[in-house]
């Protein structure tokens, strides 16, 4: 077996690439590239979203707007599904993901709060067991201490 012989034929599995192809590959690359860069939009995005953010009193006032609608919808969906009584219970650094979308902002980490829905049958009863009630808990549940 002579390696002279095997060195001269080209091998059979392999297909010589035509330029055409390769231009096409080529060409595609640098399309796919190009599309794929992120584009500049500081400009336009600067442009499309000019707006202020509203300050931290507007900001609460907006959430406790929110938070009157959520509570009128409790009782509706508590009825819907059967449910008498909803507890939610934060414990100490660890809150519930659902305690900001039911009590009024405010800093609730560090402590153990429950929130407590019941259905009286003629109405929903709000209570909040916190370490310490503040005003704007209180317009929005019954606190022990009252």
Not at 24 to 46: F, I, K, M, N, Q
Not at 69 to 77: G, S
Not at 108 to 137: C, H, K, M, P, W
Request: glycine letters at 4%; aromatic letters at 10%.
């Amino acid at each position: 077996m002579s390696f002279e012989a095997h060195s001269t034929q080209p091998h059979r599995g392999l297909r010589r690439c035509r330029p055409t192809s390769l231009a096409r590959v080529l060409v595609l690359g640098a399309v796919l590239t190009t599309a794929c860069a992120p584009a500049d939009t500081s400009r336009s995005a600067e442009a499309s979203y000019e707006f202020e953010l509203p300050n931290w009193s507007e900001q609460v006032m907006l959430r406790e707007a929110w938070l009157e609608t959520r509570h009128e919808m409790l009782l509706p969906m508590m009825r819907q599904y059967d449910i008498d009584m909803w507890i939610i219970v934060n414990e100490e650094f660890h809150d519930d993901p659902l305690t900001e979308y039911i009590a009024p902002p405010r800093p609730y980490t560090g402590g153990r709060d429950i929130f407590v829905f019941v259905d009286t049958g003629e109405q929903l009863r709000s209570v909040a067991i916190t370490g310490f009630s503040e005003v704007n808990l209180k317009r929005f549940f019954e606190s022990p201490d009252e």
